[in-house]
């Protein structure tokens, strides 16, 4: 069994770097806070005795050597990356909780076969760099390292200037890596587990995620003298497709999901019919035929929003990964694991995307969910109980164990 | 009559300064660009002889004496603040059309009984500080040279301290100046006029105005993991009652309008469900009455949609102005002085609102409407004919030497 305290103390050491006043965290990818909170926990995996190599896109890799150094390492990881008003769990828990249980097995002296390997991945969030799980992605050669290294923030710099700056860019080329098994813990980031009052989520698989920007143009003119039926209001039109986004996930559920998270109105003046409206668009599936048809539906509702309005809509595809079942042995390590702890549990599929979809296109991979304060993430209030973070280690320990061979 | 081509120059050269790449201008209230072309017209002003006095709001009032100087002035103008993609036309066709009525009286040598004067108002627009038409509202009573004072920019900046650090801050008591008449020349900024193929609007009223702002408050939550049946979006119940303007404003033709132009949604990422959106309302009619029925039905949507929902919804009414009808004997000159000069006209109820309205309650007013392209304004694109200015120009100078008696 690990130690829930130390797994927590670490937790909170972390969480102080970038600390915002509501309680939460904002360490954005390759800032200043990102060195500090990297150079803390590197510093943590030297004392346990671990050895460091980071790759070329800044990913970190642990290693504590097994018997057998020959033998592909099983691992786990997750990122430490936060969102702009992020909390304190999502990511640097599954960080943490590898490094746990490695001090756990240092504690009691136990050997293991394969190696094992703690990770972290550089921008898991995408926040301040798109695309989104940028590090396991160019690891596991979803998208090239160039691509990632041209991305830019808002403010024009690029991931390969910030790499540099921060200490970061590694030698090691990303992907040159074999894996034996990979495991990432993590807070669910939804409201399953508390609601079924389980301790422990099996990931069967992850949802699949389409992301879109739209823009519908109009003719911006004064909101007065403007008759109603002379208009070409550019935000009418778009409320009608933000409904449809709704109402396509609504007819697929259990597992479709539709949501528009960022909407920017041209003028933005209280009395201009708006010109031009941008939003984006979020749809997700655990099935990809399903994902597909929900796909589909909207584009054929804007094809006819677009010759029933008269107004020009572009639609662009910007981000889309399929969805992730995740290996029935490492799945089935965790739920073995699971019962042998005597922990309540229940299947529950990810909706939000982790590097393990990354890590399972190179090796059998699973995840381990524990429930989070009423579901929410992606929140300075984000919260998650010790008793809970405790278990989701427990089994991670044992999943890796009965992979690695003691 | 009037020196056309004189006019014309005058507005292209306003219009150069803040002029946009797509040959519209933006000069907001207050701005370092205001305060350049506030001079320029001062310049011109002195240079044809007149006096020029500063209230303590910033509204300029540039006199040519009359015969009897204890006679109130016959006044005209309009404004120069532009939207954030305004045109070269709208406001400041009214201040250089009575500069030029005033040029041209100068060059024929005639002198007039009562004093004229040719003011322009601080912030018509009201893009930039609510209230909108601050300057002539400040003047007439309609809100406390201090409420104007507290009106802050996005970026928290007051009107106080813009206006003082522009220079235009006068010394003057805003409202200590009687008017014997006001007119004010604007384009139409609608397409009544063109699509009938008259050159000159007489305005009987123009229409009466309620701005609300509307904030729904859900919850921010991951779009991935949260199902679609727990969600507390922002967004989704927003757009309903967005729809909603429009379908009450389409109950109340020909006069109804209804239009949401702004928009900001909170925290405005990708994949994060919006916990928070504010938006603009805009109900216009020329009925009181009818008005305060959008109104009611408005609110009454809001309840339902609050009650349905059970989001917060907070409503709040940040500007209101009845319909103005204009005085008989400033319509019935503008109607003469067009009949007189032999142009086509109609009427032509205004739905924008104008410092004429304001002026109104303190002086008989009437207005002078010329076509403008397609209708547009409040748009880069917006444009005019210069015979239609010059036409509208004639028919001010016409009105109000018949006011002012020569
Ligand atoms: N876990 C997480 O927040 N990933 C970001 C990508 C997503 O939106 O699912
Ligand atoms: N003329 C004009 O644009 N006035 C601003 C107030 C309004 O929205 O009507």
């Given at each position: ?27 954005l990818a390759l800032t200043?806070?990102d ?46 990356d936060?969102?702009p ?38 921008n898991?969030e995408g926040s301040r760099f798109v695309?989104?799980?940028m ?13 990632a290294?041209a991305a830019r923030d808002t403010e024009g710099k690029s991931v390969r200037d910030e790499l540099?700056r ?241």
């Amino acid at each position: 069994r690990i130690n829930g305290e130390r797994l927590w103390a670490s937790l909170m050491e972390l969480a102080k770097i970038g600390a915002t006043p509501k309680g939460g965290v904002k360490r954005l990818a390759l800032t200043d806070l990102d060195k500090e909170g990297r150079d803390l926990v590197v510093g943590w995996a030297r004392e346990a005795g671990l050895s460091v190599t980071v790759d070329q896109i800044g990913n970190v890799f642990m290693r504590r050597e097994g018997r057998n150094p020959s033998l592909p390492p099983i691992m786990t990881g997750s990122h430490i990356d936060t969102q702009p008003t992020g909390g304190k769990f999502d990511g640097n828990y599954g960080v943490l909780a590898g490094l746990e249980v490695v001090r756990t097995l240092n504690d009691q002296g136990i050997a293991t076969e394969a190696p094992l390997e703690v990770a972290f991945w550089t921008n898991e969030e995408g926040s301040r760099f798109v695309p989104v799980m940028m590090g396991s992605g160019v690891f596991c050669g979803a998208f090239s390292l160039e691509t990632a290294y041209a991305a830019r923030d808002t403010e024009g710099k690029s991931v390969r200037d910030e790499l540099a700056r921060i200490g970061y860019m590694g030698e090691q080329v990303p992907g040159r890596h074999p894996i034996g098994a990979y495991f990432e813990t993590h807070i669910e980031q939804g409201p399953v587990l508390e609601d079924a009052d389980k301790v422990i989520g099996v990931v069967p698989a992850v949802m699949g995620l389409s992301w879109y920007d739209c823009v519908v143009s109009g003719m911006e003119a004064h909101a007065g003298p403007t008759p109603m039926g002379l208009r070409k209001d550019a935000l009418q039109v778009s409320t009608y497709i933000m409904q449809e986004v709704v109402k396509i996930a609504n007819r697929y559920p259990p597992y479709g999901r539709g949501t528009v998270g960022m909407v920017q109105v041209f003028p933005n003046s209280r009395n201009v019919i708006p010109g031009e409206v941008k939003f984006s668009i979020d749809l997700r599936n655990v099935n990809d035929e399903l994902l597909n048809t929900m796909h589909e539906e909207m584009l054929a509702f804007i094809d006819r929003t677009r010759s029933d309005s008269g107004l020009a809509i572009a639609i662009e595809r910007v981000s889309y990964y399929p969805p992730c079942p995740f290996h029935p042995d490492c799945v089935g390590a965790v739920r073995e694991a699971t019962a042998k702890l005597g922990y309540s549990t229940m299947d529950v599929v990810s909706g939000a995307g982790h590097d393990a979809i990354y890590a399972a296109r190179l090796a059998p991979a699973g995840m381990i969910f524990v429930p989070c304060k009423d579901g929410i993430s992606h929140n300075e209030i984000e919260d998650a109980r010790s008793d809970h973070l405790e278990a989701g280690c427990n089994v991670l320990l044992h999943a890796m164990l009965e992979r690695a061979k003691i």
